[in-house]
């Protein structure tokens, strides 16, 4: 049986609910590869629960930092507003601070993994995930358009550098296929341990509503499909309704039927939680968003003038899209590029433009 933590919390006292998900799911982390990967979806406020809170960051490190000795990695890939701008997106989080100098820019390098044809041959996730001894994923408590609920299996979705999160938006096509896409890119790498911030979350039409819902929990588990159906119950949104359930449960991740999950403290349904449409409309049925991703998706690198000609961006590409011109530029190869960015992440003259 999968067990799932509630535990109260504020970002003030958040380090004992921290404490208490390591006592529940120990992990062995001493001269370990850590990554600590929280969501960040794009530069925000801490206050405006678009991102995993610093406290919980902060809490996680220090929590890892005294088991002993680990190589510890803080780090993620932003989402459709911040391509290409890892550190800003994490200095304006407030969590580059809260990664005590752990912080690394995994969208810099990044490993070729087979993918699911339907969508992609091959996706290029980042290297940090595929090096790490152990994963702890720190989802936050919020709504979303496509899947309904943004936890611990679509947290996920961040493995993937750069463009390639609006790519396979557009390869998937529907909100049903989306949810089965989520849980694939999830299967790439399943992480080992889920804390969610939960003390602020958010409802309405995520992940980026202004609909901030105080909820003043912490929430944990080392299965993620237990964890997203007790957040869906928080929710009030049946889990047999949501695709990606299904599929992870047939792809054998675990279940989200209530009778096979032990819950560690009080479960109860947040009175009047307000969710998106369960079909996906809130961002299919919109055209401007759908406009976006679309150009995002379509997005390639182009040199400027700042560029030296150093050639590290050409040695550096993982599929060989980048070659020097005659005009000693770095020109791009648009059927080869998987937009991954990390071209531009790496520039010593920040030379790179998205155009
Ligand atoms: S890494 Fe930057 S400076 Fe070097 S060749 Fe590429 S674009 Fe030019
Ligand atoms: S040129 Fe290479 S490194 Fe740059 S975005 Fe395309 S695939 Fe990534």
């Avoid at 032990?262 to 109860?268: A, C, Q, R, Y």
């Avoid at 599929?319 to 998987?338: K, N, R, S, W, Y």
Wanted: charged share 20%; glycine share 8%; with cysteine.
């Amino acid at each position: 049986m999968n067990r799932v933590l509630i535990h109260p919390a504020t970002y003030e006292n958040i380090r004992s609910a921290v404490d208490l998900a390591f006592d529940h799911f120990p992990r062995a982390l001493s001269g370990k590869r850590v990554l600590i990967k929280p969501n960040v979806l794009r530069s925000a406020k801490p206050d405006e629960a678009i991102a995993t809170h610093p406290a919980l960051v902060r809490a996680v490190v220090d929590c890892v930092e005294s088991q002993g000795p680990a190589q510890i990695i803080v780090g993620d890939n932003p989402g459709l507003f911040n391509y290409g701008a890892n550190e800003k997106t994490f200095e304006e989080t407030g969590l580059m601070e809260a990664a005590k100098g752990y912080y690394q820019n995994i969208g810099t390098d990044s490993v070729k993994m087979a993918f699911n044809p339907e969508f992609m041959p091959s996706v290029s996730v980042s290297r940090a995930v595929m090096d790490a001894d152990v994963i702890i994923s720190l989802p936050k408590f919020k709504t979303h358009g496509l899947t309904v609920i943004t936890g611990a299996i679509k947290n996920s979705y961040g493995i993937l550098p750069g463009a390639q999160k609006a790519k396979l938006h557009k390869a998937a096509g529907s909100p049903e296929r989306f949810h089965g896409l989520v849980v694939d890119v999830f299967q790439l790498r399943v992480p080992d341990l889920f804390i969610v911030d939960a003390v602020l979350g958010m409802e309405g039409n995520g992940p980026a509503s202004p609909d901030i819902r105080e909820i003043g929990k912490v929430l944990a588990s080392d299965n993620a499909v237990a964890l997203d159906a007790v957040i869906a119950q928080m929710m009030g949104v049946d889990p047999q309704r949501l695709a990606f359930f299904r599929k992870a449960r047939q792809d054998g991740l675990g279940d989200y039927n209530p009778k096979t999950i032990e819950v560690i403290g009080e479960l109860e349904p947040i009175e009047g939680f307000v969710l998106p449409p369960l079909g996906g409309d809130a961002i299919v049925g919109n055209p401007s968003i759908q406009e976006f991703m679309s150009q995002r998706a379509q997005l390639l690198p182009q040199a400027s003038q700042w560029c030296t000609a150093c050639g590290t961006c050409v040695d550096q590409c993982p599929v060989g899209a980048l070659e020097m011109g005659d005009d000693d530029l770095p020109h791009v190869d648009a059927e080869t590029c998987i937009t991954c960015f990390c071209c531009q992440e790496i520039c010593p003259e920040k030379a790179l433009r998205l155009k």
